[in-house]
């Protein structure tokens, strides 16, 4: 070989070799990229920024109730020696007294709700709760139910409800009046009332509405991510990796392939997106009962999405064109139909995000009910999720592009790359068995110790 000869073939094995390293640099930048938002728990506190989130918005609504219940409450004079109030507890004012969303017990969507308070400083108090009657300009509407103990000495509590559907023009209505009759004085019957001018309107400062900042909002999310939901993420990061790889591989050009993995990242995030926002609208819509929901649908929820990501993982490797799974039998209507990959990266991020939400949907309910109380607001719910769910789009996206220089450089690596895109369809159609199986939480429960993360408190 002459000397010339072998400075060609020196110069192509170092040309190889640097295209080689560059590739690989590539790769585990956009790896660490989409591991990214891992970042949170070892920089954030989780567990105490949820504390102080919670700490800001119970303060908030202490000062803003009180103000409420000044403007709604009514004393209800008349003969005898006790003293009678009667506060009107409008929908708006129980979700601002009660964050952790028992007040809903009162269904204040389906009745008109009072809270009448009864004291006797001399003497003791009638044996039985005041009977009620509403009167609705100059209508009169019997009470529903009239809820208070009985055969009490000095003060008494009682909740008073009249169905809504029995008040006709309520919305019309002027004038709220209720009347209250019982053995005040000295066991003689006598009437008690009180009224209101409607409709009522809550000043802010007295109002749930602006509670939530979009500081609050993001921390919130940032508690969530850091606290709560680490060992679930990284499974749909695995998949997600797996899945990008696959799907740059099938390009048939570099240029191809390079616009098939941007626009596979991008439906891929607005996948699991809209999954994780419209959860939140839940969460916040429903409280305690959305976690009765995601209970309820978890298993057929599961095996649902991990049979459609079995089918999408069979896709991927049908279209490595390896021999193993060249021979798959795949229809190709989905090829016609879905040319440039969006629909399936979409289908991807929807049916991992609803299998992973309704095994995670539960720790957030619980964790939102323990540091904040009820959300109270479908629109709340899907900002604070939307937020979140914004904390891993930007590095999923990010590893996105990272890759596809990756696939650029290493262009000399294609041999092994139909081989790398069946190998990632296997690792997806693992996940699918996970989700099917009911095994989600041994794989969580396997990650999190490897993680080392700082301890909350």
């Known amino acids: 070989m002459t000397a010339s000869a072998l400075d060609v073939d020196t110069s192509r094995r170092i040309q190889r070799w640097r295209s080689h390293t560059v590739a690989a640099l590539w790769v585990l930048l956009a790896v660490a990229l989409a591991f990214a938002w891992l970042s949170f728990p070892y920089l954030l506190n989780g567990r105490r920024l949820l504390g102080d989130v919670g700490f800001s918005l119970q303060a908030e609504r202490m000062t803003r109730s009180a103000e409420a219940a000044r403007l709604l409450i009514r004393s209800a004079d008349g003969p005898g020696n006790a003293d009678v109030d009667v506060l009107y507890a409008t929908p708006e004012y129980l979700d601002l007294i009660d964050p952790s969303g028992a007040a809903r017990k009162y269904e204040p969507r389906r009745y008109l709700v009072f809270f009448v308070t009864e004291t006797a400083h001399v003497g003791a108090l009638p044996a039985q709760p005041p009977e009620a009657t509403l009167i609705v300009d100059g209508r009169n509407v019997p009470s529903a139910d009239v809820n208070g103990p009985h055969d009490v000495e000095h003060h008494r509590a009682s909740v008073i409800r009249f169905l809504r559907d029995d008040i006709r023009g309520l919305a019309e209505a002027k004038h709220l009046e209720i009347r209250l009759e019982s053995t005040w004085n000295r066991g003689r019957p006598s009437f008690r009332a009180a009224s209101w001018g409607l409709p009522i309107v809550l000043p802010p400062s007295a109002s749930i509405a ?230 989600f939480h041994a794989l969580s429960d396997w990650i999190y110790p490897y993680l080392h993360l700082p301890l909350q408190r």
């Open 210 to 439: 602006g509670l939530w900042s979009f500081a609050l909002v993001l921390s919130l999310s940032a508690g969530l991510l850091s606290a709560v939901l680490t060992p679930c993420l990284l499974q749909l990061v695995v998949v997600y990796l797996a899945a990008l790889i696959g799907v740059g591989d099938q390009g048939t050009t570099r240029a191809r392939g390079t616009k098939r993995m941007i626009n596979f990242a991008i439906w891929f995030v607005l996948g699991f997106t809209v999954v994780y926002a419209l959860a939140g609208a839940l969460i916040g819509q429903l409280g305690h009962q959305s976690q009765l929901l995601f209970a309820t649908i978890n298993r057929p929820a599961g095996i649902a999405s991990g049979a459609v990501i079995i089918l999408l993982a069979l896709g991927t490797a049908h279209a490595s064109h390896t021999s193993v799974a060249c021979r798959l039998p795949m229809p190709g209507l989905l090829d016609r139909i879905d040319q440039a990959g969006s629909v399936r990266a979409a289908a991807m991020a929807v049916a991992f995000s609803v299998g992973c939400i309704t095994c995670f949907g539960g720790a957030i309910v619980g964790t939102l009910l323990l540091y904040v109380g009820s959300v109270g607001s479908a629109l709340i719910g899907a900002a604070i999720m939307l937020t979140f769910s914004a904390g891993v789009a930007i590095p999923f996206v990010a590893a996105a592009l990272a890759l596809t220089r990756a696939v650029n450089v290493g262009e000399r690596l294609a041999r092994i790359r139909p081989w790398a895109a069946f190998v990632s369809s296997v690792v997806m159609a693992a996940f699918g068995i996970v989700l099917i199986t009911d095994n």
